[in-house]
């Protein structure tokens, strides 16, 4: 079992700055990959970025360029720094461990 926790959502200016947390606790010896994905109101929940325990990533288009997802294996945690905020970056914020764990998810508001 894993537990996950985000944190680092809030509310920002439009061209601004966040980063994004995702704590991974317990049974984290077999994790080989952690996303960020992200839902929007009315919207489905998508995949916004992953990397592998290889250090390996991918990113939606949609944010490339412009958030950055890196990981610290000492701490289990999994941080998304993004960049150039736009208001359609506007959601709450999930992290996913394994494909099977979900955290509560962090509310990400972008102002125009």
């Known amino acids: 079992q894993v537990q996950v926790v985000e944190s680092g959502g809030g509310l920002v200016q439009a061209g601004g700055s966040l980063r994004l947390s995702c704590a991974a606790s317990?049974?984290?010896?077999?994790?080989?990959?952690i996303g960020w994905y992200r839902q929007a109101p009315g919207k489905q929940r998508e995949l916004v970025a992953t990397?592998?325990?290889?250090?390996?990533?991918n990113y939606a288009d949609s944010v490339k360029g412009r958030f950055t997802i890196s990981s610290d294996n000492a701490k289990n945690t999994v941080y998304l720094q993004m960049n150039s905020l736009k208001p359609e970056d506007t959601a709450v914020y999930y992290c996913?461990?394994?494909?099977?764990?979900w955290g509560q998810g962090t509310q990400v508001t972008v102002s125009s």
């Open positions: 317990g049974s984290t010896f077999s994790i080989n990959a």
């Open positions: 996913n461990v394994q494909n099977i764990y």
């Open positions: 990397i592998s325990s290889g250090g390996s990533t």
